[in-house]
């Protein structure tokens, strides 16, 4: 079954530590994004990417980072420039829109939880 | 920018009653896509339903359907027969139709089913 996989479920990074975030998608979907849910904060869009190699800031990206050298993956690290990490993280991916067809809505993980040691 | 309101943080409802969580939006576009997601205790987020704005015709999902008002910019979400696996955060979101078409959502609304 095409899906959505991220790990770990659960991550704890130290004082001053980066960390990484997995996100892997076999849906063969364009476009990957990372949300950070805070409680009643809803979900916040970090950084997004629409093509391989290329990726674009959301609402929240500062101390944060991401790559995409892949199509099917786009990891998230959490860099120590980040004073507030502790969030639960979800990544999700779409296929693109095309002017005057259906827009395909987004597919989740099943989310990364980072606390603070 | 376009944005999402959801000004019931939190809803009650009995078993078996009918439920409708409230949904404002704002934006400039005439053609667009409205969702409502539901997220359970398990935080996985699913699609429960979608309207496209350029249709009239209000989308339906077995137990889950929309009134989307075009005019007053209002997408509301009504559940009927509610079941206790219907307990979870639900997200309005709003998207465009453009290429560059992020996904906006408003903070939610949890729903609690009394049994």
């Known amino acids: 079954d095409g899906g959505i996989t991220q790990s770990p479920k659960y991550l704890f990074r130290k004082e001053g530590q980066n960390v990484t975030l997995s996100c892997e998608q076999n849906?063969?979907?364009?476009?990957m994004y990372w949300y950070r849910q805070d409680p009643g904060q809803g979900l916040r869009l970090i950084y997004y990417s629409q093509i391989v190699n290329d990726f674009q800031k959301g609402d929240i990206a500062e101390g944060y980072s991401v790559s995409r050298e892949k199509k099917e993956s786009f990891p998230l690290t959490v860099t120590s420039a980040q004073k507030n990490p502790t969030a639960f993280y979800l990544c999700a991916s779409s296929t693109l829109s095309v002017i005057g067809t259906v827009n395909q809505p987004q597919h989740f993980g099943d989310g990364t939880r980072l606390s603070i040691l | 920018a376009q944005t999402v309101t959801q000004s019931q943080p939190e809803m009650s409802v009995q078993e078996a009653e009918t439920v409708t969580l409230s949904c404002t939006y704002d934006t400039s576009e005439s053609d667009y896509y409205l969702f409502w997601y539901k997220q359970p205790p398990s935080r996985q987020m699913i699609l429960v339903i979608r309207?496209?704005?350029?249709?009239?015709q209000n989308a339906t999902e077995n137990r889950f359907s929309v009134n989307f008002q075009k005019a007053a910019k209002s997408f509301s979400l009504k559940i009927s027969d509610s079941q206790l696996g219907d307990a979870a955060m639900y997200f309005c979101a709003y998207s465009s139709m453009n290429r560059d078409d992020k996904i906006i959502f408003g903070k939610g609304t949890r729903l609690h089913i009394l049994p």
């Open positions: 849906l063969n979907h364009d476009a």
């Open positions: 309207q496209e704005a350029y249709k009239q």
